[in-house]
């Protein structure tokens, strides 16, 4: 449903006369509180109450929603968002734009650890509204992909230094042992056979993937895979120190581990993690691998 501005300003009416209302602290009003009011100001009236229902629902994800001080804080927001309303569409369009683009620059600047200028936006968009003519969008996009992309390169090699850098603290307390900068090794659980393995044999392997606290992330498992394939690095790297038969607890970063896929695994890009692996005699061989 579209809203139009006198919706809106409606909506504002029904805020001041919440301001005014006589409910104490923690006493929630009803719409018989509002006295007589329009079929549409009742409307109004229940489509505030779902917003407020999603108010609720975000609040679920952060607990620092529920608390009073940011509902308070929220409805300074929207009032003064339904206060800067005006009866013109294009205004309205542009405060709307420019409220997104300031929580997104917001989010941006945190995410990238990079300043950014408001006043650059403001001009490229004024730039781009000069004249008729409509911008080169395919120009616009490929160059905007091209330095996001390089933004993304800065900051996972920025993450990577960080992760190693605690790893390599968080391994200095727990006496682990260095196989490389995104690898650790700790304690033995089980003690293999014969001599250490090599890349390009096949052996089986199993993997538990945890964080530092023992939540599990992950679990995999193949009963005839080549050592160096398969699996991801840190692991294929700790598998080439073990022998058949052990199992043994090793270390790395959230960044070695999954690269990319971390965000699938709500994982920080400096997050430390453990996992467990174990090494089996390979299952035999398939037909297809026999007539190679």
């Known amino acids: 449903m579209k809203f139009n501005n006198k919706i809106l300003a ?3 009416a029904l805020l001041l006369l919440a301001s005014c209302g006589g409910k104490g602290e923690g006493e929630s009003r009803s719409i018989a509180d509002y006295g007589e009011i329009s079929t549409a100001d009742s409307l109004l009236y229940y489509f505030g109450q779902l ?5 609720w629902q975000f609040a679920k ?3 620092t929603l529920a608390e009073r001080a940011s509902r308070d804080e929220y409805l300074k927001g929207l009032r003064a968002g339904l206060d800067a309303a005006r009866d013109n569409d294009a205004y ?7 409220v997104q683009l300031a929580m997104n620059m917001k989010d941006f600047s945190e995410e990238y650890g990079v300043e950014l200028n408001r006043k650059i936006v403001y001009g490229a968009i004024e730039d781009g509204l000069a004249n008729d003519s409509a911008v080169d969008t395919r120009e616009a996009n490929v160059s905007f992909r091209r330095l996001l992309e390089t933004l993304n390169m800065q900051k996972e090699e920025s993450d990577r230094q960080t992760a190693i850098a605690t790893l390599s603290e968080v391994a200095k ?4 042992t260095k196989i490389n900068d995104t690898l650790y090794g700790g304690l033995v659980k089980t003690a293999g056979q014969g001599a250490v393995v090599k890349e390009g044999e096949f052996v089986g392997i199993s993997v538990e993937i945890s964080d530092t606290d023992g939540k599990q992330i992950d679990t995999r498992s193949a009963d005839r895979v080549r050592v160096g394939q398969g699996f ?3 692991v294929s790297e700790a598998v080439a120190t073990m022998k058949v038969g052990e199992s043994r607890t090793f270390y790395t970063t959230a960044p070695a581990m999954f690269g990319r896929m971390m965000a699938r695994y709500n994982l920080k890009p400096t997050q430390v993690l453990t996992f467990n692996v174990t090494v089996s005699a390979p299952a035999p061989a398939k037909e297809s691998e026999t007539a190679e």
């Open 173 to 176: 307390a727990g006496k682990w």
């Open 232 to 234: 991801p690095a840190p």
């Open 92 to 98: 309205n369009q542009g405060l709307y734009v420019g």
């Open 51 to 55: 917003r407020a229902a999603d108010y």
């Open 61 to 63: 994800g952060d607990s």
């Open 10 to 12: 409606a909506g504002a």
